[in-house]
Structures are given as C-alpha cells and as structure tokens.
C-alpha cells in the first residue's frame, strides 16, 4: 500500500521559511521517476509548485517558486522522501502544499508540471503567510 504523509505546514510571517516534509511509504524508489510539490488555495485549482526525477536528471519549479523554493528528494530501501524548503513567504504561497508521485513509466520522461503524470497523492498540509 502506498502511502504519501505530509508535514512541515503552519502559520509564518511574511519572508517568513518554511520546510515542508513528504514521506512516501510502500514506493519502490527505483521504479518511481518522479515527485513533486502541488498546491491547492482557497477557490482556486491546484497548481504544480516543483518536481525532481528520482534518476536526478533534473528539476522544474513553477515561476512563482524558481529562486525562492528548493525541491529535494532521498530515501530508503522502501520510502523515498520529499522536501521543499521555501523562503522569502508572502501571502500569495498560502495554500494546502501536496506532496505527489509519479509512478507510471512512460517512452519518454515523466512531465513534472502536469499533475495528471501523478497516481498517489498525500492529504496536504497547510501553509498559511500572514501579512
């Protein structure tokens, strides 16, 4: 059974940081291309944040996150772990932040900006920037 279980979400300040923290249990890290970082805000459709192929074959980060998110990924034998380490907060980065993987092979590299290109998805956990 795979599991996704986030964590790291809470109440910051304006250019606050923030870790945010993924666990993705029941996952084969070898067979898995890709993770990424979704987030949902109030009344608004989810949207890609960051991605890593787990062959470290590259990144992609959406514009509002390049040079201010860190995606990161490692793991075990059976769990691969997911970070994103996010500075400089302001109040448009308030959402519910969910951690996603990718575990479909394709002929070709796993789009990381497509969310359809993921089948597990975590609960979410909250991030909330005060202003």
């Known amino acids: 059974q795979v599991l996704l279980v986030e964590s790291g979400g809470g109440l910051v300040e304006d250019a606050a940081s923030l870790k945010l923290s993924c666990a993705a249990s029941?996952?084969?890290?070898?067979?898995?291309?890709?993770m990424g970082w979704f987030r949902q805000a109030p009344g608004q459709e989810r949207q890609f944040v960051a991605g890593i192929r787990q062959s470290g074959s590259g990144r992609s980060y959406a514009d509002s996150a390049k040079g201010r998110f860190t995606i990161v990924t490692d793991n075990t034998l059976d769990t691969v772990y997911l970070y994103l380490y996010m500075t400089d907060l302001n109040a448009e980065d308030t959402a519910t932040y969910y951690c996603?993987?990718?575990?479909?092979?394709?002929?070709?590299?796993?789009?990381?900006?497509?969310?359809?290109?993921?089948?597990?998805w975590g609960q979410g956990t909250l991030v909330t920037v005060s202003s």
């Open positions: 996603a993987a990718a575990t479909r092979l394709f002929a070709r590299p796993t789009r990381l900006e497509d969310e359809h290109e993921y089948d597990y």
């Open positions: 029941g996952l084969n890290p070898f067979s898995t291309p890709a």
